[in-house]
C-alpha cells in the first residue's frame, strides 16, 4: 500500500515503468540510443502515453539509462550463473560467450549488447550515459576479476585479463552481428578461456 | 574539362563531394548514424545545402556508405603502414593498435572507429549499410591474414586471428571511449602482438 501510495493517485502500477525499461532495453539493443524515440518505446511496451513523463521526468536520457543498468544486470545475472555452472574460470568464460552467440542468433542477430551501441553513440559527450555504460563495463570485470584473483592470479593481472575479457566479448558481436554469424563470438570466446586456462594453470606450476 | 561536363552545368566542384564525404565521416565517427542529419553534414562540411541531393540522390544512406567506405579504406592504408614499418606482424600489430589509440586519445576520445557506431545501429535491418560495414572489417581482416599467411601460418588460422585482431581491436576501442583512456587498446594490442609471435614461432618450430 505504501508504494502505490508513493507514485500518487490515478498513477499508473508500478509494473508500467518495468515495461518502459524493458522495452527500452530492447530497443536499444536493436536500433540504438538516437533512433529510439519516446513514441517507440511506449508502442513497444505497450503503456499508456501519459506514462512516460510520468515515470521519466528527466526524459529519454534518464529511461536510457535505466535500460542500460537493466541490461547490465541481466548480463552480470548470466554471467554469474555460467561462471557457476563451470569447473574453471576459463570454462565459465567460454560458456558465456556462447550463450551471447546463442542470444544474438535467436534474435536473428538484432539484440546485440545492451550497452555497446549507447555507449558508442553517447561517450564521451552525454556524461550521464557514458557513466551508466562505464560502469556497466566496470561491473562485469569486477566479477571476473574476482573470480580470476580466486584462481590464483594476481589482482592487477586479474584485472588486466577481465578487460580482455569484455573487450572480446564486445568486439565479437559487433562482428558477428554485421556477418550474420555466431562465428567470431565462438573463436573469442575459446581465445579468451584457453588464455585464462594457461595463466591459471601457469600460476599453479612452482616458480623456477 | 570532361569531369567538369560530366557533373552537368553549373554543378559544384568534384571536392565539394569529397568534403561532405569527409564531414560525414567524422561524425558517424562521433554520433553515429541515426543522430547525423543532413543539415549536420551540410555545416559541418561547409559546402552549398543544394549540392547535398545532387551529389548523393540515394540520400542519407548513400552518403553514409561513402563516408563508411572512405573510414575504412583510411584504416586499411594505416594498417598497411604500420605492417610494411614493423619487423614482425605481431609488432605491426602492436603499432597499428597504438595508432588507433593515439587517434582516439588525440579527438579527445570522440573520434572512435568510423564503421563500428554504424555498424551496431544498423545490422542486420538495413542491409545496405550493413553490407558496407561487413566488407570493411573483411578488408582488413584479408590484409592481416596474408601477412600471417606469409609469416607461416596455416591458411585457416591466418583467417581466424586476423577476425580475432580486428574484434579485440574494436572491443576495445569501446572501452577505452567509455573510460577516456587508452589502456584498454594498449593491453588489447600487446596481447594479440604476442598471439601472434607466439603462432609464428610455433609454426616456424620443427614438427615433433
Known sequence: MRKRAASGPGSAPPATRQRMIEATMRLLQRDGYAATSWRGVVEEAGT?????????PG?????????VQLGSDLVVAGL??????????GDGVRLWFS?????LKQSRYRGGCPIATVALETAPQS???AAVCGASFKQWETVLAARLRAAGLPGGRAVDLATLVVANLEGSLILARVRQSIEPV???GETMG????AEVAGSRAPSA
Chains 1, 2 share one sequence.
Open 80 to 89: 554469474e550463473q555460467c561462471l557457476e555452472q563451470s569447473q574453471t574460470v
Open 99 to 103: 550463450m551471447a552467440a546463442k542470444n
Open 59 to 67: 526524459g529519454k536520457e534518464q529511461l536510457a539509462a535505466a535500460a
Open 186 to 188: 565462438a573463436l573469442a
Open 127 to 129: 556524461t550521464a550515459l
Open 48 to 56: 499508456p502515453w501519459g506514462s512516460a513523463y510520468h515515470h521519466f
Open 194 to 197: 584457453r588464455l585464462i586456462d
